[in-house]
């Protein structure tokens, strides 16, 4: 008879990878756990930043030193991940209060599932996401520029 | 139940911040749809300090964000660690840090607006002292 350990069923982080086995609603939903922490991080990083006014210290403003280019481009990717992780965060809300999967059906051969029904809903929150990010990206480039 | 309640708070966080997280963040990085070359001055800074409303907008700002965030890392944790009362340490310290770093931003937040308010009412004095 088999021994059976506990959790070995775990993959841990490296499961979040699947060896591309999963769906891109999967993946997104991975993505949306990174770009997630990434956010954090940075949030964090600027509740200490912008702390600093209280001592009257402005670094992110013209002439400061989060005001280079370096950092206007770090800014931008923050932003990217702001864009990707809201409207994908919108579309995880709408399908788990049910919105955008259709009406619950009987389990009847050939079997139906739902991801062709909201994979509309995942089309337009991608191409908003696109619109912000496109829109952050011209800004960059207008910054960088002057 | 309780579980539930915090799912819930941290949904509607999420909403919430998608407004005000979204107008953050366009207000001061997409400065050409407001006609503006750049939003993130001095002197615009220091003008948004001495505001009530963006004290109460930073505050809440920083508030559904800590929750959010910290939530959302307690959630992926709470996943990767098997010990349970592991997990019950995780979700305490962040609970602290989140505290913590809440009381920190809004005192920060307070002071700088009664800095920028001071310096706003020396500049009107100014202006009144010399005519």
Not at chain 1, 43 to 72: C, D, K
Request: net charge positive; proline share 2%.
């Amino acid at each position: 008879m088999a021994e059976f350990t506990r959790f070995d069923n775990r993959l841990g982080i490296l499961g979040w990878l699947g060896k591309g086995k999963w769906g891109l609603e999967r993946y997104l939903y991975i993505l949306h756990r990174l770009t997630g922490l990434a956010i954090l991080f940075y949030f964090m990083m600027h509740i200490f930043v912008t702390s600093l006014r209280a001592y009257g210290i402005y670094l992110w403003t013209e002439g400061n030193f989060f005001h280079q280019p370096i950092f206007r481009i770090g800014e931008f990717l923050v932003f990217a991940a702001f864009a990707f992780h809201a409207f994908n965060g919108l579309r995880l809300v709408f399908v788990e209060l049910g919105f955008a999967v259709g009406k619950p059906i009987e389990p009847i051969f050939p079997y139906e599932t739902c991801i062709s029904k909201q994979r509309p809903l995942l089309v337009v929150m991608m191409l908003l996401s696109a619109v912000l990010f496109a829109m952050g990206g011209y800004e960059l480039i207008m910054a960088l520029g002057r | 139940m309780k579980e539930t309640k915090y799912w819930t708070g941290h949904i509607l966080a999420g909403a919430a911040l998608l407004f005000l997280l979204g107008f953050h963040f366009i207000y001061t990085h997409i400065a050409f749809l407001f006609g503006t070359e750049d939003n993130i001055t001095e002197s615009l800074s220091k003008g948004r300090d001495a505001q009530p409303v963006f004290l109460v907008f930073f505050i809440a700002l920083l508030g559904l964000g800590l929750y959010h965030g910290l939530y959302g890392l307690k959630n992926i944790l709470s996943e990767l660690i098997t010990c349970e009362n592991c997990r019950k340490i995780v979700a305490i310290i962040l609970t602290v840090v989140g505290i913590l770093l809440f009381a920190f931003g809004s005192y920060s937040s307070f002071v700088a607006h009664k800095n920028a308010t001071g310096m706003k009412n020396t500049v009107s004095r100014l202006e009144v002292n010399n005519g």
